[in-house]
């Protein structure tokens, strides 16, 4: 159910969705900050989501507008059929622009439709990286804080806590 | 008999193959009609594609 209302809203998956959440978040909270200057990656990451889904919107108008035009091109050899019988020019015509126009259709669906097509792999890029600007820029933010609060005496030593908490862990 | 049930087939506009498809100047007013929107389309898509590496670029720039 909340995978239907995402993508109705225009989200394939809830990963495409947390990404943009994620730094919609981010620049909501820095326009509320005024304090900080909008981060310059920010924009034209916003702006690469919003295109890529209108380029998926338009590749699939195109896969559909295609298969249209096929079908209207079996429409006309059925009436040329009727008219100059089986294998006339215009039929011979029609069966050459379907040829055409099927391998355009093919190429726009091994583009926009295949799991290891083009527009995956720009998408997935674009998700990843926009996913990981948005994680990485709210731990800088909230290393930043804890380097200024001031704990009571109790909690230990704050420069031995962020080196450990600064170590990788080993995979 | 085919040809009536053709003639028959409730699909506005003569759209499909088994649509009511009229004639050649309406599959050809269909066809051009398609046509002059797969161009159009086929253009937003190619835009969108240089705006998206427009876009790429400066992120790129903003972050590197």
């Known amino acids: 159910m909340l995978l239907e209302r995402l993508r109705a809203i225009g989200f394939p998956d809830y990963a495409s969705f947390q990404s943009y959440a994620m730094l919609s978040g981010l620049d909501a909270k820095n326009t509320r900050e005024r304090q900080r200057r909008r981060p310059a990656a920010i924009p034209p990451l ?36 009727r008219i100059e019988g089986a ?30 097509g083009d527009l995956n792999k720009i998408s997935n890029a674009i998700r990843v990286g926009v996913f990981d600007y948005a994680a990485a820029t709210v731990q800088r933010q909230a290393i930043g804080q804890f380097r200024h609060d001031q704990l009571p005496s109790e909690a230990g030593d704050k420069a031995q806590e962020m080196r450990m908490l600064d170590r990788r862990p080993r995979t | 008999m085919f040809g009536a049930e053709l003639d028959q087939a409730d699909v ?53």
Not at chain 1, 48 to 71: F, I, P, Q, Y
Not at chain 2, 21 to 39: C, H, L, P, R, Y
């Open chain 2, 12 to 64: 506005p506009g003569g759209i499909g193959p088994f649509g009511n498809s009229g004639n050649f100047a309406t599959i050809i007013d269909t066809m051009d009609d398609s046509q002059v929107k797969i161009e159009a389309t086929a253009d937003k898509a190619l835009n969108n594609c240089h705006d998206l590496r427009n876009l790429i670029d400066k992120v790129a720039d903003a972050v590197l």
């Open chain 1, 46 to 81: 916003l702006g690469a989501v919003k295109t890529l889904r209108e380029l998926s919107n338009e590749t699939e108008t195109l896969r559909k507008l295609l298969g249209r035009m096929t079908c209207s091109l079996v429409n006309m050899r059925l009436i040329a059929s």
């Open chain 1, 87 to 116: 294998n006339g020019p215009i039929s011979l015509m029609a069966q050459n622009y379907a040829t055409v126009l099927g391998e355009a259709r093919s190429w726009v669906e091994k583009f926009s439709l295949d799991q290891n």
